[in-house]
């Protein structure tokens, strides 16, 4: 079951502005983030990271690095994410609907994610937080 908007996943040239933006003036803070191999940096509205920022240079368009499911479009928003639960039903679901997607453990977390492309190419991520491994 779909539960919230998580967040949405930009991509920047240059972090030091793209902070200015959303911390200076839309008032969100700067935050942890995973220990998520590519450069990147996570921006927060209250407890929530709802804005994640990747680099843009050398991977726009090409999908979230580790992500074999991509979308083919460039541009400035790489996915936006939808929280849900019950990630056993979720795959069922999509194998018996054969929609290809992406299943896995976000770094350093309890958190998995599902990757999959809509119809009309937008990249779109399942979070579930506290989910088992299996």
Same mark, same amino acid.
Request: proline share 8%; glycine share 16%.
């Given at each position: 079951m779909l539960l919230s908007l998580g967040h949405v996943t930009v991509r920047s040239a240059d972090f030091d502005r793209t902070e200015h933006f959303y911390c200076t003036l839309l008032g969100l803070r700067p935050g942890p983030r995973p220990a998520?191999?590519?450069? #990147? =940096?996570?921006f927060y509205l209250g407890d929530e990271a709802v804005v994640h920022v990747l680099p843009s240079e050398g991977g726009a368009g090409q999908g979230s690095p580790g992500i074999a499911v991509d979308s #083919?479009?460039?541009g400035p928003i790489d996915h936006f994410a939808l929280n849900a639960d019950d990630r056993p039903a979720f795959?069922? =679901?999509l194998r018996a609907a054969g929609q290809p997607f992406e299943s896995r453990r976000l770094a350093d977390s309890d958190t998995w994610q599902i990757f999959l492309i809509d119809p009309d190419g937008a990249r779109v991520e399942l979070s579930f937080a506290g989910e088992r491994t299996s």
């Open positions: 998520i191999a590519l450069p #990147g =940096r996570w #083919g479009h460039s795959e069922q =679901r």
